[in-house]
């Protein structure tokens, strides 16, 4: 009798061990995504590497190489170059020269002129930091548009357009891109400036009581200028 009730003893043991075998294999299976992120043991898991964003666009002031004038820092002497180029978002200027590009800092370029290859055109361009606007500098360059008692002048600067790429959507743009835009100015004094950003910021320049009715498009404010100021 004693030996039938130590094989009984046996057989619970058993049969309690092996339910809980079962159910500690069950966790583990049920565990496994959890712990693997949902890639079974033996398998292998790859991502790919995280884009690197470009910079897109144009930075110059004109994208081809132009004939121009230069005169710098600390010289009278104005230098003639067959190919130049200026470079608005890093301020610097690219001479092509013996068949080499040479940079110069804007920093040390006092005034600049451009021209197409038959000189029809020429554009003048004056150091911006010689004025100020409600008591600070400005940067860059400004392009002449009007000379006279008051002076109409053009400044372009670089605008960066940040990528809009949405991921979970997989639209939109990914790269940034460089944009090269345009705003205006006109003289309130010998070394001060307004800044136009709307056709308000003209009436002092027009008949007392009138309001400019234009847009801020360049040719178009060229115009109304010329007729506002003579």
């Known amino acids: 009798m004693k030996s039938l009730s130590n094989l009984s003893s046996l057989l619970v043991l058993l049969f309690i061990s092996s339910i809980s075998n079962a ?3 069950q966790n583990q299976q049920t565990n496994a995504p959890a712990l693997t992120n949902g890639v079974g043991l033996g398998e292998q898991f790859y991502t790919a590497p995280p884009y690197q964003k470009k910079l897109l666009g144009n ?11 230069l005169k710098v820092k600390g010289s009278n002497q104005v230098f003639t170059l067959d190919q130049l180029k200026y470079d608005v978002a890093n301020d610097l200027f690219e001479l092509f020269i013996d068949n080499k590009v040479v940079n110069i800092s ?6 600049f002129e ?9 554009r003048r361009f004056i150091r911006a930091a010689d004025y100020t606007i409600d008591g600070k500098q400005v940067d860059g360059y ?6 006279g008692e008051v002076l109409l002048f053009e400044r372009s600067y670089a605008y960066i357009k940040k990528a809009t790429y949405n991921q979970a959507l997989m639209i939109g743009e990914i790269d940034d891109t460089i944009l090269i835009k ?14 136009i950003k709307k056709t308000k910021d003209l009436k002092p320049l027009t008949q007392e009581g009138s309001k400019p009715k234009i847009s801020i498009d ?8 010329r007729a506002s100021v003579n």
Do not use: C, M
């Open 23 to 25: 159910q500690l294999n």
């Open 59 to 69: 930075p110059y002031l004109d994208e081809d190489w132009k004939k121009g004038k």
């Open 106 to 111: 804007g920093s040390n370029v006092v005034s």
């Open 114 to 122: 451009l021209s197409d290859n038959e000189n029809v055109l020429n």
């Open 142 to 147: 400004f392009e002449v548009l009007h000379e």
């Open 182 to 195: 345009a705003e205006y100015y006109y003289t309130s004094g010998p070394s001060e400036v307004v800044h």
């Open 218 to 225: 360049r040719g178009e404010l060229i115009s109304f200028f």
